[in-house]
């Protein structure tokens, strides 16, 4: 159905049940699942998030942290975790490539376009450091990503099955969407994923793909929708 996908995993997926950290167990299942998949001849661009490596959201709120440096330094969590995946990937046979959005010496190439569109065609493209620029999420970078790559649909990989009506951890009476339209999306303000990199996604008529990743196989399946989902659109 899609030829071309951008993958959006959050950062704490790596840490698997410790919460912090990559660990070698939720490394090398992602990897796997991603290789599959690029076997299956889709072309695979990745954004990874920093969650399991630093949120600077108590510094901001209780050190009164600038808010910009703190996503500065959530920034530099994302390519730790690119580094990991670059390197996991390879080390199974899958080619890929990690480009950062800023420069980081010899640790990832730096973010060109016509680079990373001549890597997809036979590598996986691992996209780190968000949008390069602090107050965006990496949410966003995923949709600005997925755009600039033509990619098809971005499948975003959580700790959930897909967008609920209010979060399910608080509430266990939470309802959860098989469908639900950009607009109803951001009219009720639901917070699994960015509103604007929503509204990016909307704009570029890109459908967007919410599913539970702590589950051994959901990300190959999901291309088939053999698991519990929720698609924007």
Known sequence: MYS??????????LSGNEGFGVHPAPLACIAEEINTLRKSGLSIGLVIGGGNIFRGRSLIKDLNFPPQKAHHMG??????NGIALETSLKEIGCPAVHFSAFPVGSFARPYVL???LETLKGHVAVFTGGTGNPYFSTDTAAALRASEIGAGVLLKGTKVDGVYDKDPVRYPDASRFDAISYEEFLTRRLEIMDLSAVSLCRDQKIPVFVFDCT????LTRIMTGDVPHTVIQ
Do not use: H
């Not at 071309?4 to 997926?13: A, F, H, T």
């Open 114 to 116: 016509d680079d990373v």
């Open 75 to 80: 920034m530099v969590a994302t390519v730790i």
């Open 4 to 13: 071309r996908i951008l993958l959006k995993l959050s950062g704490e997926l």
């Open 215 to 218: 589950k051994k196989g959901n």
